[in-house]
């Protein structure tokens, strides 16, 4: 507001409290205009916010102006949706109080927009971590989403929401969004099947068509025409010159991903089966009978594994009464049709939100605070005003009434805590169009309800008959019969009128039973019950089929969803955005002032500003309007050291302030005209020059002896420093006591200072600053916490790959460390995934192991078990077994399940025995190999085989078996190279680089 003061000349006022002629819609209109004009589309009513829709980009919306109103008075800078969400977040901390934002207007007036601004305020502004990160996505995603399934073009909106929106976001304690949750109300069902002229069905059904693939259309057996398709023609508008179906088909998809949804494709089998049965078409029969005219759709629908076909095809024409079957006549075929493609949508769209739900659901603890976002329509008079106007007119009448109580509610509990007379305000209580509506046995849901319940002929007519009786005289409750001879003219007599708080709205009643109703033919639920698309077998559950109680009418579901939501929005401090439509033709810079007028009056403007402006314009507190204008007043001037109160009251007698222009509150001042107060501001105007003058001279004095005070102070306050250092450090090894206090603490900031700066980087690096004694302990254990977090650091780098390797190389030093010499050389190298290419086995080889592939492979020198002929060998490990392989040819397969052992020495050779099953003399005995890679094969095979505790590591010799029963000895010796050669006696010599070990090989007999 003090923004506003001092920018009132300019363009209008920022806050309509400061208009002098309240009682004036004129004026209140003009002031609207006139901001409007300069793009100004923000002005506030108290903390009430009324935002004009631009129709056009403004750039006011950019990262800086978010962080223009972050922690700003809501007072000190001009009026912003970002002020309101700015203000409303602080409420909720400072006060941990959860809030709400209610938004309303009519149809295009900017309410969504609104709140995606306030949604895209909190996602940029609040604290975050990477978990917050991907919740903020999440909240902003599901825009798109809900859009794309519950708005639509209408004449009035190119995006409308034909939903209610209620969304609270959950905080916590530090005040980052952590959780979500989103209340659907009422979405408007019948444009699935029929649209006004000019207007389209929801957005996805066209979006699919432009933007889906060819592969998925084929699929889902459609066209890209949406002229094709029956349920997309009523309104012959296919096509939006402003909106892009392909672009927003991308989006959504995204946006889909984003909240981590993995049905879609069973949510657009249910798109493409709605557009498959609205192509449904029916014919009659001679004998009036009813048949289906398209098969091909049953045949699509079937395919499309939402409806079973058979099934689909009998139900639509049959019905049940008295648990007999009928033939449904050709009308009741259309509207069973019709009414299933709406209970589908409608049920996809609620478990939608669900899901959405899910994705938004808080994960970490409890004890968060809310903001609630409400984004529901306007009161709505259109030329033919029919079922959905009533209830959401209805809901905008608890919307008022909830308004007025809480507004006046919190005026009075202001003025009671301020100690002020309560002055009793003049309003409309809409109370009584409220019970006209809602209430027991007498409103008109009620009415209708019995209606539809009452045994007997029921129709339209005979519920208008029934509320003429029951409601004739109402003072808000009109119909033809009941009109006088000038209202007569103007309504029809299928109508009945209604005067709502915003003005007059005639109903017609063709529909209201049905739509009450709501009912979906019991054999059609029984098939949905059995589709295969899961998401219709959760939207249609079998026990809604058995269940013999009868479901709620669609009002009365409304009404109690309202109660609901009523008192959700009454536990929570509410803020208010409401939001107008300058011009019917969607275009910037155009005010229609007989379209706004209405608007302000249904909006209840006027009324507010009069509840607002009951007793006082512009109430501050005391310390913020002292500081403001005590330049006007020597005794104020420049600092007031005395109480508040009674500062205030020595400025405004100053001023000259009369009785009945103020009143003084426990903490706020009361200002009752604006005129007032604009006469203060001109004057702090006039006396800023002055102000700026003594403020420079004060500031040179201020200055001088600043700086003396300054130099005696730093003087004094050294030696005493210096003082208790000194007898800090005699007392140092004394326990912690007043005398050393500042000392130890000194020597323990100074280490954790030091400690800061050289933390070990590496968990390699053993470093770590030498501790002061009476930080040892702590010093230890933040070195083991250190320690720890580096470990996992580590570990969370490691690559997949690199995870294997260290797997191998722990079991190689499980099996070999300080047990073989050529473990150190052996692991210290790279173990490779294989140590022959693809291309050095053979084809053949490969085709013959076929499905068993080779894991790894190396080359190996078998030695024969008779002479000990070494021959060139491949050794191939695959998951169940290894096999030796001869060039073309598989010379031994070695099962892991029968391997018995592997044998090595603890020398730095390459030798290596498979220890194999011996049972019978035809076994021809355990191998005897070669290689060069003996560490890492001998790993990589004791892993595969799950053999690690079968490796033996002789010091001096290996024994083995040989065929018939023989059994054969190797020996280790150490060299001076690495040799492997036959012995005099059959011995065979292996020698390798500096140490040397001779081999020898001795067939002994096994007797
Ligand atoms: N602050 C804004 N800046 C620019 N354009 C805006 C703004 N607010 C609204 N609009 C324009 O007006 C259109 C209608 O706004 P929006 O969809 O928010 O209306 P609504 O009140 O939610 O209507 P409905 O009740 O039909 O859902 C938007 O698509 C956008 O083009
Ligand atoms: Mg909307």
Not at 296 to 305: F, G, P
Request: aromatic fraction near 10%; proline fraction near 3%; charged fraction near 25%.
């Amino acid at each position: 507001m003090e923004s506003s003061l001092t920018a009132r000349d300019r363009v209008g006022v920022q806050d309509f409290v400061l208009l002098e002629n309240y009682n004036s819609e004129a004026a209140f209109i003009e002031n609207l205009r006139r901001r409007f004009g300069e793009n100004l589309i923000y002005t506030y009513i108290g903390s009430v916010l009324v935002s004009v829709n631009p129709y056009k980009e403004l750039e006011i919306y950019s990262k800086q102006q978010m962080e223009r109103y972050r922690g700003v008075s809501f007072y000190e800078i001009s009026p912003h949706i970002y002020a309101v969400s700015d203000n409303t977040y602080r409420a909720m901390r400072t006060e941990r109080k959860d809030q709400c934002i209610l938004i309303s207007g009519e149809s295009g007036a900017g309410k969504t927009e609104a709140s995606k601004k306030i949604l895209l305020y909190y996602a940029v502004t609040c604290p975050t971590n990477d978990h917050m990160a991907t919740l903020g996505d999440r909240l902003l995603q599901s825009n798109p989403v809900l859009e794309a399934f519950g708005n639509a073009k209408t004449l009035r909106n190119d995006n409308s929401s034909r939903f209610g929106k209620y969304m609270d976001v959950q905080f916590d304690f530090r005040g980052a969004p952590v959780g979500g949750h989103i209340l659907n109300y009422l979405l408007e069902k019948s444009r699935v099947v029929h649209q006004n002229h000019g207007e389209r069905n929801f957005h996805i059904f066209y979006q699919l068509l432009d933007g889906g693939d060819n592969d998925l259309l084929t699929t889902l057996d459609l066209e890209r025409k949406p002229q094709n398709y029956h349920y997309l023609v009523k309104g012959n508008c296919p096509r939006l010159s402003s909106v892009s179906d392909k672009n927003n088909w991308k989006v959504v998809m995204k946006a889909l991903s984003v909240i981590g949804f993995t049905e879609e494709e069973k949510l657009l089998n249910i798109i493409a089966s709605v557009l498959h049965l609205g192509n449904t078409q029916f014919g009659e029969g001679e004998e009036g009978e009813t048949y289906i005219t398209t098969e091909t759709q049953i045949t699509n629908l079937a395919k499309v594994r939402t409806v079973p076909l058979v099934l689909l095809g009998v139900q639509i024409c049959k019905n049940t009464c008295k648990k007999m079957i009928s033939p449904l006549d050709f009308e009741q075929a259309v509207s069973a049709r019709d009414a299933l493609a709406k209970a589908v949508y409608g049920r996809t769209f609620t478990w939608l939100v669900e899901k959405i739900n899910q994705s938004l659901a808080l994960k970490v603890g409890k004890g968060c605070s809310v903001i609630g976002l409400l984004d529901i329509y306007g009161f709505e008079v259109l030329q033919h005003n029919s079922f959905e106007q009533f209830c959401i007119n209805y809901c905008n009448e608890k919307l008022q009434q909830l308004f007025i109580e809480l507004t006046l509610r919190s005026e009075q509990e202001e003025y009671e805590t301020e100690g002020i007379a309560w002055e009793t305000v003049q309003y409309f209580d809409n109370k009584i169009i409220c019970d006209l509506i809602e209430e027991k046995h007498k409103g008109i849901i009620s009415i209708l309800d019995e209606e539809c319940l009452r045994p007997g002929e029921t129709c339209d007519v005979s519920f208008l008959e029934k509320l003429e009786d029951t409601l004739g005289g109402h003072p808000h409750f009109v119909t033809h019969k009941l009109a006088n001879g000038k209202t007569r003219r103007v309504m029809s007599r299928e109508e009945f009128r209604l005067l709502h708080y915003a003005g007059e709205v005639n109903y017609n009643i063709n529909g209201f039973l049905d739509k009450n109703n709501d009912l979906l033919n019991r054999n059609l639920k029984e098939v949905m019950c059995q589709s295969d698309n899961q998401i219709l077998s959760h939207c249609f559950r079998r026990e809604e089929v058995i269940d013999q109680k009868r479901p709620e009418m669609a009002a009365t579901q409304f009404k109690n969803s309202l109660t609901k939501l009523m008192e959700i929005l009454m536990s929570k401090e509410p803020s208010y955005v409401r939001c107008i439509k300058p011009n019917d033709a969607k275009q910037p810079g155009r005010f229609d002032e007989v379209l706004v007028r209405h608007q302000v009056k249904y909006l209840g403007l006027m009324e507010n500003l009069r509840v607002r402006r009951a007793g006082f314009a512009y109430r501050r507190r005391f310390e913020a309007f002292l500081q403001r204008y005590k330049p006007l007043c020597p005794e104020t001037w420049p600092n007031w050291h005395g109480r508040l109160a009674d500062g205030v009251s020595a400025l405004v007698n100053h001023l000259g302030y009369k009785a009945e222009e103020y009143k003084l509150g426990r903490s706020k001042i009361f200002i009752r005209f604006p005129k007032t107060l604009f006469t203060t501001e001109d004057a702090l105007e006039a006396k800023k020059p002055d102000i700026g003058a003594s403020l420079i001279l004060c500031y040179c004095l201020f200055l001088d002896v600043f700086l003396q005070l300054y130099v005696q102070l730093i003087s004094l306050l050294v030696c005493v420093f210096l003082f208790r250092f000194i007898k800090g450090f005699i007392y140092r090894h004394e326990e912690y006591c007043p005398e050393n206090e500042y000392f130890l603490d000194h020597v323990r900031y100074s280490f954790l200072k030091n400690l800061r700066k050289n933390l070990p980087k590496s968990v390699l690096d053993k470093n770590w600053p030498t501790p002061p004694p009476s930080l040892i302990e702590a010093s230890e254990h933040l070195r083991r916490v250190h320690m720890r977090n580096m470990v996992m650091k580590y570990c969370r780098r490691v690559q997949p790959e690199w995870k294997k390797q260290m797997m191998q190389k722990v079991v190689a030093s499980e099996i070999f460390k300080d047990q073989k010499d050529s473990y150190p050389q052996g692991v210290g190298r790279l173990f490779l995934d294989s140590r022959l290419e693809r291309e050095q086995i053979n084809l053949k080889v490969i085709q013959t192991l076929a499905n068993d592939k080779v894991q790894y492979g190396v080359s190996v020198v078998k030695h024969d078990r008779r002479g000990f002929k070494p021959r060139s060998r491949q050794l191939l490990l695959t998951n169940t077994f290894a096999v030796l392989v001869d060039r073309t040819k598989l010379k031994q397969r070695i099962d892991y399940t029968a391997l018995r052992g592997i044998s090595v020495s603890s020398l730095s050779d390459g030798m290596f025995v498979l220890h194999l099953p011996n049972e019978d003399n035809k076994q021809k005995g355990d191998l005897v190999l070669h290689c060069n890679h003996v560490i890492e094969l001998v790993t990589k095979l004791a892993m595969m085989a799950s053999k690690v505790n079968y490796v033996n590591i002789s010091p001096g010799s290996i024994r083995f078996a040989m065929a018939r029963g023989k059994e054969g000895i190797i020996d280790f010796v150490r060299g001076s190279e690495l040799k492997v050669t036959k012995g005099k006696r059959g011995h065979l010599l292996v020698s390798a680089g500096r140490k040397v070990f001779f081999i020898i090989l001795k067939n002994i007999s096994a007797s």
